[in-house]
């Protein structure tokens, strides 16, 4: 998937997580991991969102984290909203890639 715009997905609200993603040259991964948890669960927050950009093989991504104790499906469920608005897709390749 290639990022071609800005794109927010979720809220600063409790329990919630907010993704912020912007196109990146060169193509490389810039993640920011912002928690109220980041002590208990950062390396589990950074690890479920690198498997899902490798996944969707996506690189040239600045990916902006601020989690206000987001549970991890509601994390995945923000991220892959925010992809969708950033690669302006329509749905994901849900199916494994080859």
């Given at each position: 998937?290639?990022?071609?715009?800005?794109?927010?997905?979720?809220?600063l609200e409790s329990s919630d997580v907010m993704v912020r993603i912007a196109p990146l040259n060169p193509p490389e991964?810039?993640?920011?991991?912002?928690?109220?948890?980041?002590?208990?669960?950062g390396g589990a927050?950074?690890?479920?969102?690198?498997?899902?950009?490798?996944?969707?093989?996506?690189?040239?991504?600045?990916?902006?984290?601020?989690?206000?104790?987001?549970l991890e499906c509601v994390l995945l469920a923000r991220l892959e909203t925010a992809l969708l608005r950033a690669c302006d897709e329509k749905i994901l390749p849900w199916r494994a890639q080859s």
């Open positions: 998937m290639k990022i071609i715009r800005e794109a927010v997905a979720g809220t991964i810039d993640l920011q991991i912002h928690s109220s948890v980041d002590k208990q669960f927050i950074r690890y479920s969102v690198l498997a899902v950009l490798e996944q969707y093989r996506v690189s040239g991504v600045q990916l902006i984290i601020d989690d206000k104790g987001a």
